[in-house]
């Protein structure tokens, strides 16, 4: 398959951010760490942001405060205690959460750091009530080894999570309580990957490694995976929130894209001959242009008393509307930046439509008095908020024409990215003063280095050798987190090929049909229950799951018992295969045992999921044999 880019002679480089959940108890005070609806209390706060001990206010913080919102926080009292709401100081940290973390280091050949110290990072976007996170390194100098060459793990770290999002509104956020303080181990890697598979290879192993603790949450939202990417002559870009391990190489490659085509633009607005100079906060009045308008949004504005705002952008016009991802333009880029401000812009490229007819557009160009090649934007809102929009607009016209300027974007579900802020600066770092600092004596260390767990890849190939399982099967198995339930129900005396095949195959079977995800390991482990006890036979286990992702708040037992899966006695099923033998006794007498495939169907269809397989042809068999 032929590669989009040259990403050797683009010069890509990648590095990652991986943030996992811990699954032990909050890190800073000994409250659960789960979520849950249930709200007691709610209060709220406005955050804004202070110097660093260098007396420098961190960008990406200022940025936030601007937008000057309220924070509104739910939460219970079962899972948040005064330390998460920022009332009492913090105790600990959770030492199974530091432990689990010193395995992690030691599975990505990085060297524990000596002495812990937290530290505070200023967040003011309100997800933390305090206006920071806590994070502390933990260790250093690790790394992955990969085909394309080794990539270099810097740090690893132990920080807080902040709050979830319960509703964005313009000018308040509601939070939810319940995720704030759940341990999370962060994993940093120098920008040394050089090809976007690289990436992936390189988040699976660190993946490999969080899973291998055991103590990692599993589900949406519990990992967190966040891209630096960088070609030659463009810029480094953070690149928030990529879920999917599968979406990784082309999210990288849609950045790769975007980078190059406003490198793109930017030599051909130099071309152009467009200075910066030339590219001014001057704003002009169009509101008469559009009194008659038939643009819904343009009349709503003015109706309001708002105006319609107008800025000259030299040389331009053809540009804004220039696709630079695949359905995102610079024009795009433009109207993420004025967001805060307006829900849209107009642009010359995309004129006339929305209701804007060519009449007015010609309008515009005439009192703005534009060139062939200038381009025009339009804002329609309240005056103030009107020139704040288009100060945002030209503040981005103006990183056009240098290339591509730093910033954090977020990542989109289709493989694209979108503006959030400013790339954050060094200014938001300063001391925790409330947690001592954690000694880690080299006994401790070594304790922890000597009883490191096996590695998913050293799993797979216990399993192969150890139970005799087909390799793809474990492969499946470790790599869908099954592998804990799967080892516990060979405990319990289930063979392995059958418990493999049943969470393996019989479970990824039925994705189709049903919302097989709804099936919980509680389920499983009663269906298998019944098994053990001989309630139900194997093949009962396919109708039991369908039954159950449809309906789970019922237990495999209900469900057995309902669908009539419970096994037979074995006079039952013998009497239902005579039953069978009779109904087709011709055909026996005439083929003999040739009449065993089609008799055998028969019998399963009556007793499939209420006896056993094997009972049912050793009977046919030896019925069919008493007749030849």
Known sequence: MTEKFNYEKLGLKVGLEIHRQLDTKKLFSPVPSELNEKVDFIFERRLRPTMSEMGEIDPAALEEFKKGRKYIYEGNYELTDLVYIDEEPPRGPDREALEVSLQIAYLLNAKPVDEVHFMRKIVIDGSNVSG???????????????????????????????????????????????????????????????????????????????????????????????????????????????????????????????????????????????????????????????????????????????????????????????????????????????????????????????????KEVNAV??????????????????????????????????????????????????????????????????????????????????????????LPQERVERYVKEYSIDKSLAETLVNDERDELFEELVKKGIKPSLAASVLVVVLKGLKKEVPIEKVTEEHIRGAFELYLKGKIAKEAFEEIFKELARNPEKTAKQVAEEKGLTLLSEEEVERIVDEVIQQNIDVIKAKGMGAMGMIMGRAMAKLRGRADGKLVNTLVRKKIQELS
Request: aromatic residues 4%; charged residues 35%; glycine residues 8%.
């Open 132 to 358: 920071f996170q806590r994070t502390a390194i933990i260790a250093m100098n690790g790394k992955v080894d990969t085909p394309w060459g080794s990539v270099g793990i810097p740090t690893i770290c132990l920080e807080e999570d902040a709050c979830r999002i319960v509703e964005r509104k313009e000018k308040e956020v509601i939070y939810r309580l319940d995720r704030l303080g759940i341990p999370l181990v962060e994993i940093s890697t120098t920008p040394d990957i050089h090809h976007p598979e690289q990436a992936k290879v390189v988040a699976k192993y660190i993946g490999d490694a969080l899973r291998a603790t055991r103590k990692v949450k599993r589900g949406l939202g519990t990992i967190r995976q966040d891209l630096n990417v960088s070609i030659r002559g463009g810029a480094r870009i953070e690149i928030k929130g990529v879920q999917e391990l599968d979406m990784i190489p082309l999210i990288i490659e849609r950045e790769v894209e975007r980078q190059v085509n406003l490198l793109k633009i930017r030599d051909e607005l130099g071309e152009r001959g467009v200075n910066p100079e030339e590219v001014k906060e001057e704003f002009h009045d169009v509101t008469e242009i559009f009194q008659n308008t038939e643009s819904k949004i343009i009349a709503r504005a003015i109706r309001k008393g708002g105006k319609v705002l107008a800025v000259r952008l030299p040389g331009f016009r053809g540009l804004i509307g220039r696709e630079i991802q695949p359905g995102r333009r610079l024009g795009t880029e433009m109207a993420d930046r004025a967001k805060k401000y307006v829900k849209g812009i107009f642009h010359i490229d995309e004129l006339p439509d929305y209701g804007i007819t060519e």
């Open 365 to 454: 160009i005439e009192k703005l008095s534009l060139g062939e090649k200038d381009a025009f934007v339009l804002v329609a809102a309240e005056e103030e908020t009107a020139r704040k929009a288009l100060a945002e607009v030209v503040k981005r016209a103006k990183e056009a024409l240098e290339g591509v300027p730093e910033e954090t974007r977020r990542a989109l579900p289709d493989g694209n990215t979108q503006y959030m802020r400013p790339l954050p600066g060094k200014a938001r770092m300063y001391p925790e003063t409330d947690i001592p600092t954690i000694f880690l004596p080299s006994g401790y260390k070594e304790r922890i280095k000597a009883n490191l767990p096996e």
